[in-house]
């Protein structure tokens, strides 16, 4: 479709939309593959919505992603805590198995594991899809189970999610939060970091996070992928700038999501999204801000971001607030890029 065009069902610039699609926009978390996996959701057709509308899922797609000019995302696979350790880790084997032959045998879709191979990517006309892995308990039955991916298939690692872990402890509710990552962790962390696979600080404990800082190789970068921002709405689920600070020390960047709960009380729109990558520039420059939406990650996301088609809305935001081309582009995918490359080339 062209730009015209999709500005106006969107109620948009062109300029908006226009430089959405020429900035190889990077979403940093993308939960699709769950719904692959749990009801055989189809990933190579189009969705505008499901079965609860905006709700839960049918945020995301392979087609949409390329269509919208969406540049590249981490596809995640995540964990089923219920499973015992050694079938957590079968899970994992097999469901890395599926997705990578998904993105292999769909249309306009890459695998990529680097910027390099992202820009290359990007080159031929594809869509760049990394994979990640929500819950490190994917992988937690021995050290020795994360030469799985010491191929670097997968990009990085969210070491705890919504459930406390052999690991350590999560910022959901329930979970002791006053805990943090157990030695087993630490160490988990340095091998993430021998292999140069991405440490990703989402949904752990605040201790759990410094925990994790204080072994973390200095050199590499760490990541928030998919969080909101204390500073503008304090929530479980958000950091502090402390821990943004932390992030931007390492050259590392966040990824601002798109549950509405999480974002504030009342009335989150696009604007409200804004607001948060705003508090990033405004606390650590415009280095350290990304999209990490957490499409159909069970979300409920602002009424005017239904999906991925709508991320232009995002832009026409930014660019309402006088921000420079080059600011957008850092956000949407420059500043994402820049961490992976720093973290494996």
């Not at 995640?76 to 599926?98: D, K, M, Q």
């Not at 700038?241 to 696009?270: K, N, P, W, Y």
């Amino acid at each position: 479709m062209d730009a015209a065009t999709t500005a106006s069902e969107l109620g948009v610039t062109t300029e908006a939309v226009e430089l959405f699609r020429s900035s190889d926009a990077i979403d940093l978390h993308l939960e699709s593959f769950i719904w692959h996996r749990i009801f055989g959701y189809d990933l190579n057709r189009a969705h505008r919505g499901g079965l609860f509308g905006r709700s839960f899922f049918g945020h995301a797609d392979f087609p949409t992603a390329r269509d919208c000019g969406l540049g590249g995302a981490t596809w995640v696979i995540t964990t089923n805590p219920a499973r015992s350790a050694r079938g957590r880790r079968r899970a994992f084997e097999h469901n890395l198995r599926a997705l990578r032959a998904l993105l292999d045998d769909s249309p306009g879709i890459t695998h990529v594991r680097t910027a390099k191979e992202f820009r290359a990517a990007r080159r031929a006309g594809e869509h760049a899809a990394f994979i990640g892995i929500q819950g490190g308990n994917a992988l937690d039955d021995g050290i020795e189970a994360l030469e799985l991916i010491a191929d670097r298939s997968v990009l990085r690692v969210t070491l705890i999610h919504l459930t406390s872990s052999r690991l350590g402890a999560s910022s959901a509710p329930g979970s002791s939060r006053s805990a943090g990552l157990a030695d087993f962790g630490r160490a988990y962390v340095e091998r993430l970091n021998e292999l140069h696979v991405g440490v990703d600080l989402a949904h752990i404990s605040r201790r759990g996070f410094f925990d994790a800082v204080e072994v973390h190789d200095k050199s590499q970068p760490l990541f928030v992928t998919h969080t909101g921002l204390a500073g503008v709405y304090e929530h479980w689920r958000n950091i502090t700038d402390e821990q943004l600070r932390i992030v931007a020390d390492t050259g590392g960047t966040v990824g601002v999501m798109l549950h509405a709960s999480f974002l504030g009380r009342r009335g989150v729109s696009a604007r409200t999204v804004v607001d948060h990558l705003a508090h990033i520039v405004d606390t650590v420059g415009e280095d350290h801000a990304s999209i990490g939406t957490d499409y159909d990650g069970a979300i409920r996301p602002p009424k005017d971001l239904p999906g991925l088609w709508t991320l232009p809305r995002l832009v026409e935001e930014m660019l309402a607030r006088g921000w420079s081309d080059v600011r957008i582009r850092k956000i949407l995918g420059g500043n994402a890029l820049r961490a992976i490359e720093a973290l494996r080339g």
